[in-house]
Structures are given as C-alpha cells and as structure tokens.
C-alpha cells in the first residue's frame, strides 16, 4: 500500500475558488503520472487533468480553462486549482497516482474529497 493524503474541498459559491492538494508517500514508488478524477451521485467518475511526471498536462474539455493542474515532483504531490466555480462542478475528487514500485505497475487512488459548489 502506497500512503495518499488528499485535502481541499468544502463549500463555496459559483464563481468561486478551492484548491485540492493531493501527497503521495513512499520512497520507493516511482511516479509516472498524477491526476484528478470526479464522481457525482448516480454519475460515471470522470478524468478531470492529468500531469504527467515530464509535465505534461491533460484537460478535461469541461474544466478547460477554469482548473489548471500542478505537480511538486520532489514532495510527489500535486494540486488542483479550481477557479469560477459552477454547481454543475460538485462531485467527490479524487487524486490518482500511477507509477511503479517494488511490486510493479501500481495506480493509487485517494479517498476523495467532496466539492460542493452552492449558493
């Protein structure tokens, strides 16, 4: 088992902003790649962005331009800035990690944090 800690999410009002931080502990883990994904009630989980261990970058078309994924390869976290906020962004986020360990290819999974986007 690879350690995750995920935080960040609340409540906040549309238009507004939270930021999602995500640390992935363990000496040996390799890390390819981070992302974010979400799940709402009674939806699929959907990829939200992506970066991979070179830096690059992948967005979902519905947060293109409001989100902007970051990483922090030394500490092996990364981060989800979420600006102008609409309700239709409420769901559970959820960071996964890929990469490899002593054991092989591993992906890790977070337990989730709850964004709810309300007046």
């Known amino acids: 088992q690879v350690p995750v800690a995920e935080s960040g999410g609340g409540l906040v009002q549309p238009g507004g902003s939270l930021r999602l931080s995500c640390a992935v502990f363990?000496?040996?883990?390799?890390?390819?790649?981070m992302g974010w994904y979400r799940q709402a009630p009674g939806k699929q989980r959907d990829l939200v962005a992506a970066i991979t261990s070179g830096d690059t970058t992948n967005y979902a078309d519905f947060v293109r331009g409001r989100f902007t994924i970051s990483a922090d390869n030394v500490v092996n976290a990364v981060y989800l800035q979420m600006n102008s906020l609409k309700p239709e962004d409420t769901a559970v986020y959820y960071c996964?990690?890929?990469?490899?360990?002593?054991?092989?290819?591993?992906?890790?999974w977070g337990q989730g944090t709850l964004v709810t986007v309300s007046s």
């Open positions: 996964m990690t890929s990469g490899w360990s002593a054991s092989g290819y591993l992906e890790v």
């Open positions: 363990g000496s040996d883990f390799s890390i390819y790649a």
